[in-house]
């Protein structure tokens, strides 16, 4: 039999968090190719008569829930979520995660802080030893924006990290612009030794809204890889 693909794996991890979904729950929604898949299959389970209520995290997923009838809320009506399920850039053995790479890192964070739970949907290729490889998205103002990359880039050095800090751009060259009207910087680290302390250097930052490192949000990894779904943490509530 062929191996799965990336895209069958995300599915199938995105199956496995739907199953911590029960009627009546107020539900954060995420944003990217595996997230897509739980907006997906929660709307064949609203179809099938899931009363569920749901925040987005983008435009892009609202838009999605909204075609599949899913019901929405902003968080101003629904600001206490019972579960947040959302997918990721990497994670580790410590559930620290690298989110961002949709360009959604802002609301994605407020929306898995708002909720009981935090469930992370994934393929084996986000494991990581140490986050880093994929370039840690930042979330800043368009004021200052280049007074803010420098501050970015001293708060890395004085932490033993180089690697090119860019403002990040559409394929049409054009600057990437957040549902919030603000940009990402793409920091490429590399290895990052210590990611709570750059994550507290990194919010001391004004003109910093917030970094793609996500740590002590997350109750649960669920990854799908060749040999089965992994579930690191605890899916249930505790
Ligand atoms: C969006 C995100 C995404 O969750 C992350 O980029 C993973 O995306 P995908 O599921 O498409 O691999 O953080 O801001």
């Known amino acids: 039999m062929p191996a799965p693909s990336a895209d069958a794996l995300k599915r199938q991890a995105a199956a496995v968090a739907l ?56 968080l101003e009506e629904a600001p206490e ?30 929306v898995a802080a708002a909720a009981k739970r935090f469930i992370v949907i994934t393929d084996e290729s986000k494991k990581v030893a140490t986050l880093g490889a994929f370039p840690l998205p930042v979330e800043i103002d368009v004021f200052g924006a280049k007074a803010t990359r420098l501050h970015v880039e001293r708060a890395a050095k004085d932490l033993g990290l ?6 990040r751009l559409k394929p049409d060259g054009h600057v990437f612009v957040t549902d919030g009207g603000h940009l990402i910087l793409d920091c490429a680290f590399g290895a990052i030794a210590d990611p709570e302390a750059l994550a507290l250097r990194l919010s001391a930052i004004p003109g910093v809204f917030e970094h793609g490192l996500f740590i002590g949000l997350t109750t649960a990894v669920v990854v799908a890889g060749r040999d089965g779904v992994e579930t690191l943490g605890r899916l249930d509530p505790a």
């Open 81 to 110: 979520l019972d579960l947040a399920v959302d997918g990721a850039d990497e994670f580790d053995a410590q559930l620290r995660l690298i989110k961002g790479g949709g360009g959604a890192l802002l609301r994605e964070k407020i």
């Open 19 to 74: 199953e911590a979904v029960a009627p009546g729950m107020r539900l954060g929604l995420g944003t990217g190719s595996t997230a897509a898949h739980f907006v997906d299959l929660l709307g064949e389970k609203v179809k099938a008569g899931l009363d569920v209520l749901c925040v987005p995290t983008s435009e892009r997923t609202r838009a999605q829930a909204q075609a599949l009838g899913v019901p929405l809320a902003t």
């Open 162 to 167: 180089s690697g090119t800090v860019a403002p």
